[in-house]
């Protein structure tokens, strides 16, 4: 089997084995890379020199001496809003294009500890704004099971560059569904942990009380084994949770759902819901029951107003955080200004996307003056409604399990001039973030046009374990992950 | 709720961010039709629901106060779109009289 379609399990056994180099891998991720980024354009940046230099070293070294990490000459793609240290970040804007950052993120430092090999940063709409990386000031991605479509955003580069086989992993970030809505549209699993599970230091802060980084990868156990690296405690990020780590693994030993409780929100199974996802979803929970889940239909009856609380709540601290791309310490500068506030308001102009301009508009609006407690402070109010939905539906079942998009990935062009319909294409990945909770998005399905489509478990905070379960048995079960997509 | 023209000018001035005319008629209506979706907040009763800012409860994490290495000159330096000596150069900010 050609290496560029095995798991990460599956590569890091052969490589530790000694049955495969890492320059051989590096050389078969860039073939590969070769023939379909072209297509896909999964990359803003790739590095596969700099990782074939770093494979050769290992190889040598390694022949001396054999121990291996897990993640050691592992070809992995991140997302270009996390930092890298000499590796332009550029979280596809303008503002940061020619940015180089001087340090590693701590989830960086955790995979290049580890000797991960970086094949090259990923494609996402600008500041992770987005949910088609229609919004990128370097071009859209492209879905690999149909080039028409959108690979889904604001991961969607991690996420096409895995359903591709362009690497064997990939990280994300996910604020309001970024990894979770991607890899649901490309046919992918992509795991968000609870909020505080994972560092946040060195991911380019969007909204900080909803941004988390997470796995995307071929197969549930891969998502297991990633996030165990980069999940636990840091000093650097006071949010992050002092919490111990368990082997995620050990979680995916049981291949029944026995006393389990699997909980199904009728709300997530409206109108807005295309047909094929429902049928999918549907089977997808009978399969569940089949597995011994004890199936329970459960409220949540503050869904409605996710959206419109995420994008009062997102759009005001993205607007705070964003005040620091001002043209004085890095990134872009406008030229010829007069003063200091011609400056900033020029190099804003200049550096942001309309989509960013638009989210710092509307979060500064509601954070102003006399707008303050109507929009901010309501939106923040009924966030804990939306938490106590999550708290009081906990009580009663294990999981909850809805799907992950309302409909399968839509084609380029479709949304890009409705910002509002952009937005609700959110819907079910957005609530999650809200109460800072796991989930985890998985293939259930194709629709008849042959697209993904996606399912999600949601568990309790800091229950990744239980997702990852039921992820996992429904998995093998099922055997979608197994498909791969028509593009060569 | 209705932006108005003016409005949008105004927070775009508190966002240090400069429109041009055809951005701000775009963004008077969109923000407009985003607020109105925004507006279905109202439907729900939140007297006496505390506010959430974060999920995790926690107030202040406090460190020692240690001397440690910090981020050296030059690298700090290294991303500033115009330097002078070790300081970031910037358009003069004081009039002079
Ligand atoms: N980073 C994200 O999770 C983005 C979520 C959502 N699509 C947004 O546009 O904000």
Known sequence: MALHKLTLFELQRKFAAGEVSAAEIVHAYGLRIGQVEPKVR?????????????????????????????????????????????VPTTCS????????????????????????????????????????????????????????????????GSAAAV???????????????????????????????????VSRYGLVAFASSLDQIGPIT?????????????????????????????????ALVKKHLRKLRVGIPREFFTEGLDPEVEQAVTAAIGELKNLGGEIKDI????????????????????????????????????????????????????????EVKRRIMLGTYVLSAGYYDAYYGKAQAVRTLVRQDFEAAFKEVD????????????????????????????????????????AIALPCGFSRAGLPIGMQVIGRAFEEETILRVAHAYEQAAQWHLKKPPIR | MKIAREQVEHVALLARLRLTDEEKDVFAKQLSQILDHVEQLNRYDTTGVEPTATVIGQVNVFRDDEVR?????????????????????????????
């Open chain 1, 399 to 438: 999981v909850i399990v809805t799907p992950a998009t309302p409909t399968p990935a839509f084609k380029l062009g479709e949304k890009s001039e409705d910002p509002l319909q952009m937005y609700l294409s959110d819907i079910f990945t957005i609530s999650v973030n809200l109460a800072g909770i796991p």
């Open chain 1, 42 to 86: 999964a990359f803003v940046n790739q590095t596969k020199d700099h990782a074939m230099a770093q494979a050769v070293e290992l190889d040598r070294r390694l022949k001396q001496w054999r121990k291996t990490e897990l993640l050691m000459g592992m070809p992995i793609a991140i997302k270009d809003n996390i930092c890298t240290e000499g």
């Open chain 1, 299 to 354: 409220e949540l009856p503050r869904t409605d107003a996710a959206v419109a609380v995420y994008y009062v709540l997102a759009t005001a601290e993205a607007s705070s955080n964003l005040a620091r791309f001002d043209g004085v310490k890095f990134g872009l500068r406008a030229k010829e200004t007069k003063d200091l506030l011609d400056l900033y308001m020029k190099t804003r102009q200049e550096g942001f996307g309309p």
């Open chain 1, 218 to 250: 071929k197969d549930v156990r891969d998502a297991a084994l990633l996030l165990g690296v980069i999940a636990g405690h840091d000093p650097m990020d006071s949010t992050s949770a002092d919490v111990p780590v368990p082997d995620y693994t050990k």
């Open chain 1, 93 to 156: 804007s303008r503002m940061l294009q020619h940015f180089v950052p001087p340090y590693d993120a701590t989830v960086i430092a955790k995979l290049r500890k580890q000797e991960y090999l970086l094949i090259g940063k990923t494609n996402l709409d600008e500041f992770a704004m987005g949910s088609s990386t229609e919004h990128s000031a370097f071009g859209p991605s492209r879905n690999p099971w149909n080039l028409q479509c959108v690979p889904g955003g604001s991961s969607g």
């Open chain 1, 163 to 197: 359903a591709a086989d362009e690497c064997v992993a990939a990280l994300g970030s996910d604020t309001g569904g970024s990894i979770r809505q991607p890899a649901a549209f490309c046919g992918v699993v992509g795991l968000k942990p609870t909020y505080g599970r």
């Open chain 2, 69 to 97: 290495p910090s981020l050296p000159v030059e690298q700090a330096l290294a991303n500033a779109p115009d330097r002078e000596g070790d300081g970031f150069h910037v358009p003069k900010i004081i009039e002079e009289r």
